[in-house]
T-cell receptor, first 115, second 118 residues
Framework: GAGVSQSPSNKVTEKGKDVELRCDPISGHTALYWYRQSLGQGLEFLIYFQGNSAPDKSGLPSDRFSAERTGGSVSTLTIQRTQQEDSAVYLC?????????????FGPGTRLTVT | AQKVTQAQTEISVVEKEDVTLDCVYETRDTTYYLFWYKQPPSGELVFLIRRNSFDEQNEISGRYSWNFQKSTSSFNFTITASQVVDSAVYFCALSEVYSGGGADGLTFGKGTHLIIQP
């Protein structure tokens, strides 16, 4: 079946602009996760959705970051007023049984470059 | 707070050698899960294995094997008879069930870059 998909695959934006990153999880997976991968920080957990709600947003780096999920499926991660330190690969993952340590399946990521 | 340490940043071996990737973790939970993921040059993270904290049985899958030891908080990964296709970055990760602030978001180590030379 189809895996996790993310769009766009690459995004170049100017500092100060807003960007939206999209994640389409595996069909039927109720849990969705956003991570960020950068050279300096490695892989960082950002936010987790169970259905449409996000029980924990503490991983978001600043209030410029927000995420939503509608219909228990597609999620968007929005970064406002982008900064150069936001440059990274943003990864989305989904799992079928949240809270039970079930394996997370990752998408190919969106490479964000802020110039 | 949880933490995963992969002390080996890069390992280079010649094809057919055995290689072990180390992973040490810290957690205050008694119930947790450990994972290994592979990230080949293409970039997509590939799930390899999950182990819960109550199951210390070692696991073997083909040329891959995992050694989980709670006494030393380690979850090491061995590749036997390595092949060039095993070249990738390998990540160890931890998920806490009860006190994980990310409600089972994964805490990753920094990764080990494994290079298998022909």
């Amino acid at each position: 079946g189809a895996g996790v998909s993310q769009s766009p695959s690459n995004k170049v934006t100017e500092k100060g602009k807003d960007v939206e990153l999209r994640c389409d999880p595996i069909s039927g997976h109720t849990a969705l996760y956003w991570y960020r991968q950068s050279l300096g920080q490695g892989l960082e957990f950002l936010i987790y959705f169970q259905g449409n709600s996000a029980p924990d947003k503490s991983g978001l780096p600043s209030d410029r970051f927000s995420a939503e999920r509608t219909g228990g499926s597609v999620s968007t991660l929005t970064i406002q007023r982008t900064q150069q330190e936001d440059s990274a690969v943003y990864l989305c993952a989904s799992s079928s049984v949240p809270g039970q340590g079930s394996e997370q399946y990752f998408g190919p990521g969106t490479r964000l470059t802020v110039t | 707070a949880q933490k995963v340490t992969q002390a080996q940043t890069e390992i280079s071996v010649v094809e057919k050698e055995d290689v072990t990737l180390d992973c040490v973790y810290e957690t205050r939970d008694t119930t947790y899960y450990l994972f290994w993921y592979k990230q080949p040059p293409s970039g997509e993270l590939v799930f390899l294995i999950r182990r819960n904290s109550f199951d210390e049985q070692n696991e073997i899958s083909g040329r891959y094997s995992w050694n989980f030891q709670k006494s030393t908080s380690s979850f090491n990964f061995t590749i036997t008879a390595s092949q060039v296709v095993d070249s990738a970055v390998y990540f160890c990760a931890l998920s806490e069930v009860y006190s994980g602030g990310g409600a089972d978001g994964l805490t990753f180590g920094k990764g080990t870059h494994l290079i298998i030379q022909p």
